[in-house]
Nanobody, 117 residues
Framework: QVQLVESGGGLVQPGGSLRLSCAAS????????MAWYRQAPGKQRELVAL???????NYVDSVKGRFTISRDNAENTVYLQMNSLKPEDTAVYYC???????????WGKGTLVTVSS
C-alpha cells in the first residue's frame, strides 16, 4: 500500500510564495516520474510540473519562471516551490507519482492554494 501525503498549501497574497511537499510512504516501490497537477473551480485538472527520475523537468507555460519542481529520491518526496503567485494560481494542487513496476499512478488527496488579497 502506498500513501502520498501533501502539505504546504494555504492562503497567500499575490506576489507571495508557497512551497508544497508530497511524501510517499508505505511499501517501497521504484518511482519513475513525480508531478504536480492542479484543478481550479470549474476547470479541468491540468499538469503543472513534472520531474523524471533523472531530473528532467517540464512545466506548463503559465508557471515557467515562477515555479520550480524538485525531488529527493532518497526520501521519495517531491516539492513545488511557487513564487510570484497570482490569483489565477488558485486551485487544489495534487501530487502524482508513477510506479512503473505497479503499472499505475498514485494521487494525493490535494492541498488548497488560495492567492488573494
Amino acid at each position: 500500500q502506498v500513501q502520498l501525503v501533501e502539505s504546504g498549501g494555504g492562503l497567500v497574497q499575490p506576489g507571495g510564495s508557497l512551497r508544497l511537499s508530497c511524501a510517499a510512504s508505505g511499501r517501497i516501490f521504484p518511482i519513475n516520474s513525480m508531478a504536480w497537477y492542479r484543478q481550479a473551480p470549474g476547470k479541468q485538472r491540468e499538469l503543472v510540473a513534472l520531474i523524471t527520475r533523472g531530473g528532467r523537468m517540464n512545466y506548463v507555460d503559465s508557471v515557467k519562471g515562477r515555479f520550480t519542481i524538485s525531488r529527493d529520491n532518497a526520501e521519495n518526496t517531491v516539492y513545488l516551490q511557487m513564487n510570484s503567485l497570482k490569483p489565477e494560481d488558485t486551485a487544489v494542487y495534487y501530487c502524482n507519482v508513477n510506479y512503473p513496476t505497479l503499472g499505475m499512478d498514485y494521487w494525493g488527496k490535494g492541498t488548497l492554494v488560495t492567492v488573494s488579497s
